[in-house]
């Protein structure tokens, strides 16, 4: 299969960039993400791309050197951190990542990044200062969803050593922040039939956009 070529920004630029157009201390982190198969089909994204998802406890106190800790990766691995206080499960942002991919197949993704293209999906939005606005990291105690494409399989152990604590349990929806977070109201919330299903609606929804 043929892969793109997906160059590579420096992470002062990211940095900077994400200072200008968010107006606000959150950022987007995420790193490398070369490798993408064009032409995919629906069916054959999870069995060509190693999707892993996971939760941790973090303290985050330099955000330039927590890049930079991700530069040191495989530079076809796709990493992306998201505050895990507006994920509403594990598969919201497994769904999210496929639709991010599928995106880049299209070639209708918002972003020229996939990490940031992850963002961007699981939070159901097109832009990209209000997608980081509500997932984007800040400095201090944070609860961490990391998302890893085409990665080592240990990647999540390695990230141990960068983030902290790993606790999947921080990935649980918590019904109360995500409605505060995505101005979700309980008659929403109830015709979805949950939270966890309305965002992976607005995360499709976002198709019929372009």
């Given amino acids: 299969m043929q892969y793109p070529n997906f160059s590579r920004v ?13 107006e606000n201390p959150y950022f987007s982190c995420y790193h490398g993400g070369e490798g993408m198969v064009e032409g995919i089909r629906t069916s054959e994204v999870n069995e060509n791309f190693n999707i892993q998802v996971a939760g941790f406890k973090s303290k985050i106190t330099d955000f330039k050197q927590l890049m930079q800790d991700l530069n040191k990766f495989n530079s076809k691995c796709t990493i992306q951190l998201m505050d895990a206080e507006g994920i509403a499960g594990k598969y919201h942002a497994e769904h999210a990542t496929i639709h991010a991919i599928k995106a880049f197949s299209r070639k209708d993704n918002i972003s020229k990044d996939l990490g940031l293209e992850i963002c961007v999906r699981a939070s159901g939005q097109r832009q990209i200062s209000h997608a ?14 990391a998302v890893a494409v085409d990665c080592e399989n240990d990647i999540m152990e390695r990230l141990e050593d960068i983030l902290g604590e790993r606790d999947d349990m921080i990935l649980e929806a918590d019904d109360n922040k995500l409605k505060d977070i995505y101005g979700i109201s309980s008659i929403e919330a109830e015709t979805a039939g949950s939270i966890s299903k309305l965002l992976m609606e607005r995360t499709a929804l976002l198709i019929l956009e372009n």
């Avoid at 420096?10 to 968010?22: N, P, R, T």
């Avoid at 980081?132 to 969803?145: A, E, P």
């Fill in 10 to 22: 420096s992470w002062e630029f990211i940095y900077l960039f994400v200072l200008k157009i968010s």
């Fill in 132 to 145: 980081l606005k509500m997932l984007g990291l800040k400095n201090g105690d944070m609860k961490v969803c």
